[in-house]
């Protein structure tokens, strides 16, 4: 793909207006700030139990992993006898979850960073699930982020899960 496009004539550079060419880098403060709007929208929906919402920040078929830290592994199994470290899911049974559970949950972020180039991006953070303000679990998690015509959507998350009560 490098190699095609390293091939377009320098030609149709020109047709794009200077003032384009000009302006915010891609990757700069606007496309943070879009990236940080994500966040908040995410971390809303989670408050509001709005599985709808959540479903439209997703790029389809994208991929989900969670991995659980030895201890709580080791806990979970005295529960699962056959439970794995690593499970995929999807942000559909997400959605699904948060949409129905019964009692209020948040999930807190800490230590945010962004980096983007304008097209994929990428967010890595600390966080806290709580459900009835008690911290069930905590870790970090990352997306992989694609800059669609419809905005910033996640194209992967990836997260470990420390569990810190059982219930």
Sequence with gaps: ???????????????????????EP??????RAEIQQ???????????????SLRGMFLPGGSWLQGLDKASL???????????????????GFAEFVSKAPKPIE???????????????????????LEDNKV????VETWQLVHTQDGWKISAMLYSVTMDRMR
């Design 26 to 31: 891609a990757g700069g403060a606007a496309d």
């Design 1 to 23: 793909m490098k190699h095609l496009l390293a091939c377009l004539p320098i030609s149709l550079l020109l047709l794009v207006p200077p003032q384009a060419r000009a302006s």
């Design 74 to 92: 080791d806990l979970m199994r005295t529960k699962m006898a056959n439970l794995k470290q690593f499970s995929s899911g999807t942000y559909e």
């Design 107 to 129: 999930e807190v972020f800490h230590n945010v960073r962004i980096e983007t180039d304008g097209t994929v991006g990428m967010v890595y953070f600390d966080y806290q699930f």
């Design 136 to 139: 069930q679990n905590h870790g």
């Design 38 to 52: 994500l966040i908040e929208h995410f971390k809303s929906a989670i408050i509001a139990k709005d599985g709808a």
